[in-house]
């Protein structure tokens, strides 16, 4: 080997250089990559979401065990001892407070998925409305959540314009649409509503917009139940 092949080696070696700046870059690299493969994951499933909304409510329950059935009408149903219990459901309303789905243990809760944008949304609003005053003191509590509205203002116009006095949860990113496990009675489209028995567990589920007829029909049997 000559002297000048040998040279960078004992310049290299003398001062403790090395490639150290190279091997940095080679670390953070793929930790960028996996930042960015994580990024596009959590996008994506939130995309897919938001793709089914004002759907026709054919989104599929993503394979896997169920313990549900659906009828010939679009509503789902789980028998009691076999439904899944609702995720953590909590947050800021349109009015800005604290709201936590939990706190209402006890009664039958209606929970209603809905965008001031989305006419399907539009055209049942006015049944909620009227039944959720009809059972207001039967035992039953209606909770929305209220999705992709860039601002609270046209949600709470929205309520207003359909006579809605019950509090919905503002998500205007889907999250907490996202908590409901794969394979249960989950939200899948907007609109969509669930019905959760006294104890948290989703009893029935539509992913279509509903009549009074169609809304009731979901929610007297669980009323029913002991």
Not at 47 to 52: E, G, I, N, Q, R
Request: proline content about 4%; overall charge positive.
């Amino acid at each position: 080997m000559s002297a000048a092949s040998r040279a960078p080696q004992r310049s290299s070696s003398a001062t403790g250089v090395h490639d150290t700046g190279v091997r940095d870059l080679r670390v953070r690299v793929p930790r960028l990559r996996a930042r960015r493969r994580a990024v596009m994951a959590a996008g994506t499933a939130a995309a897919a979401l938001l793709l089914t909304a004002c759907g026709s409510g054919a989104a599929s329950d993503g394979g896997g065990n169920t313990n549900f059935v659906t009828g010939t009408d679009g509503i789902s149903t789980a028998a009691k001892g076999e439904r899944a219990a609702a995720p953590e459901l909590s947050g800021k309303t349109l009015e800005g407070e604290h709201l936590d789905v939990a706190d209402f243990q006890g009664k039958v809760v209606v929970l209603n998925v809905w965008g001031s944008w989305c006419n399907p949304c539009r055209a049942e609003a006015k049944y909620f409305a009227k039944v959720s005053e009809d059972y207001a003191d039967r035992g039953v509590q209606f909770v929305g959540i209220n999705t992709r509205d860039s601002s609270a203002g046209s949600a709470l116009a929205f309520e207003k314009d359909f006579g809605i006095t019950y509090p919905s949860l503002y998500d205007p990113t889907g999250k907490l649409m996202l908590r409901f496990e794969k394979g249960t009675l989950n939200p899948q489209a907007i609109p969509s509503t669930l019905i959760l028995d006294r104890d948290g567990g989703i009893a029935a589920r539509s992913l279509t917009a509903l009549s009074e007829e169609r809304l009731l029909k979901m929610l007297e049997p669980v009323l029913a139940e002991k």
